[in-house]
Antibody, heavy 116, light 106 residues
Framework: QVHLVESGGGLVKPGGSLRLSCAASGFTFTDYYMSWLRQAPGKGPEWLSYISDGGTYTYYADSVKGRFTISRDNAKNSVFLQMNSLRVEDTAVYYC?????????WGQGILVTVSS | DIQLTQSPSSLSASVGDRVTITCRASQDIGNSLAWYQQKPGKAPKVLFYASSILKNGVPSRFSGSGSGTDYTLTISSLQPEDFATYYCQQYYNTPRTFGQGTKVEV
């Protein structure tokens, strides 16, 4: 079955960087766009970025544009989110999700805390 | 960006009740709407896409409807496992956006 597992989260100081990874299994990875979303404590989900199946096309929410970079390695069935210039307001649980117009499968989420 | 406004923000209900949640978009989104259920500490789970098409495995007591800017999620007979927060999400254009959520509680 479809399985998405995020890793790479943790505590980072404002202005710092983190790289999130998402390992996918159980489906043909190269057939799907992939997205990253996040959910701040007590808030609804926020879509951040998607990457096309071949990796050619990317798109970002204004809140992360210029700071976050999405990428994928189709040979390793993985998608990544490089997060730079982190801010306190980036504190959230981050999810990768299979992007099928709706987000039909999500990882379990990983916590990123930005605090001094 | 397309804004989605859900109502109510929360509701109290009992097992067996009929529950209706609405989602209003800031522009016509042409049925490009999904509904999600989220339980504490878990990722959201998609219930519907295209406003009314039930995902595999979702109980038939859930139904979705709507068009244009106004959409509805209905639970015909609330079950204990349905107490959760529900979100609508549009995929008519990018950025994809979510409603603020409706918490269904006892």
């Amino acid at each position: 079955q479809v399985h998405l597992v995020e890793s790479g989260g943790g505590l980072v100081k404002p202005g710092g960087s983190l790289r999130l990874s998402c390992a996918a299994s159980g489906f043909t990875f190269t057939d799907y766009y992939m997205s990253w979303l996040r959910q701040a404590p007590g808030k609804g989900p926020e879509w951040l970025s998607y990457i096309s199946d071949g990796g050619t096309y990317t798109y970002y929410a204004d809140s992360v544009k210029g700071r976050f970079t999405i990428s994928r390695d189709n040979a390793k069935n993985s998608v990544f989110l490089q997060m730079n210039s982190l801010r306190v307001e980036d504190t959230a649980v981050y999810y990768c999700a299979r992007d099928h117009t709706d987000f039909d499968y999500w990882g379990q989420g990983i916590l990123v805390t930005v605090s001094s | 960006d397309i804004q989605l406004t859900q109502s109510p923000s929360s509701l109290s209900a009992s097992v067996g009740d009929r529950v209706t949640i609405t989602c209003r978009a800031s522009q016509d989104i042409g049925n490009s709407l999904a509904w999600y259920q989220q339980k504490p500490g878990k990722a959201p789970k998609v219930l519907f896409y295209a406003s009314s098409i039930l995902k595999n495995g979702v109980p038939s007591r859930f139904s979705g409807s709507g068009s244009g800017t106004d959409y509805t999620l209905t639970i015909s007979s609330l079950q204990p496992e349905d107490f959760a927060t529900y979100y609508c999400q549009q995929y008519y254009n990018t950025p994809r956006t979510f409603g603020q959520g409706t918490k269904v509680e006892v």
